[in-house]
């Protein structure tokens, strides 16, 4: 967690006149901090080369490479739908690569001639013959995960400059048993740079299930849109045997306008089974005395209140490096700040990550804390 004075703010130390008016549009700037990384979350999913174009539903995937025969997405949800268009006449085959997949996923839509999975997480699949095929609407998803059962998930937040020993909690999670993903609530770096989340992917490799994650401040960095060409989108909403999952992009500490109308029909969506909500700065700091909260008590009630209405089961955190367990306008809530970034002092909690079991069928969670340290 730390402080990013906006930069808009620095108007405020000029003089009346030229500056008067500077300071106004820098204050219209200052009130949707987030704006460009929502206008942002809205391009991810969507390529087209001229020949052929690919759209993924929901933004669940970055498109990394479009090329004649050639696909390659990062997942940022299990399930995947992947609309693709042919321009011009198509190749005899097309070679669809996923990274950060789930292990035992499974394409349909179109015949495969050869698939499989390699040990850093990645998935492929050569489909064809093509021959006169002007579209192809695929799946790519675990057998039965459209259907409700009980599962098993992992949260973990706030690695940051710890990169250097983030292996040693991917050892310790890798044998927790039946766990299917790794949910995270941001702050993945320290900067945001290319090289930091470059180095991030990379660290992932020997994880043996996929992260799906959204970003916290520290992501921001110099161009705050850099890590929607990594990881995906900030804000978007999955199912997954039968539990709804939501992260939202808190990391300017407020939701940009553009995010609470995608919220409330996320929740719409939710109605009725599980929801799990997952940001990185939490509304209301549960101590009160580090400013870990969002910037504004009315917007932070706002948001709750939206939460409770629509029977959210529960809520998740990062930012704060430590763990808590509390309730937030009836909803359970945890903080889970443990990848590695500089811990609050005397907590004795040390590096950890979230073990949730999620049961659609009995609605209910159970959520217990795994220590690294």
Sequence with gaps: MSARIPRCWLGSLGVLGF????????????????EERARQDQEVGS????RMSVEVEGGHAVVRELDTGYVSLWASAPRLRIDVRFLRPPPDELLLSIYNCMPEAQLSGVPVLQSGRDAAGVCWFRLGPLAGAAALGLRVEPP???RGSPFRFAVMSDVQEAIDGVQDIYDVLNLEPDVDFLLGAGDLTQRGTAEQLERFQQELQSLKIPYYTTLGNHELGETPTLYHRYFGRGSQSFAYKGVRFSLIDSASATLD???????????TLGA???????MHIPPLDPIGVRNGAFASRNEAAKLLARLA??????TLYGHIHSYYHFDNAGIPAFISGGGG?????????GRHFLIVDADPLAQRFEVRVVRVD
Excluded: M
């Design 341 to 349: 970034a500089i811990p609050e002092k005397f907590d004795n909690i």
């Design 309 to 314: 209405a629509a029977g959210v089961d529960l």
């Design 144 to 146: 039965d995960s459209e």
């Design 272 to 278: 009725g089974q599980l929801h799990v909500v997952a």
């Design 19 to 34: 500056w008067g008016a500077a300071l106004g549009l820098c204050t219209q700037a200052c009130l949707r901090p987030s």
């Design 47 to 50: 390529a087209d080369d001229g």
């Design 257 to 267: 306008p553009i995010v609470f109308g995608w919220l409330d029909d996320w929740l």
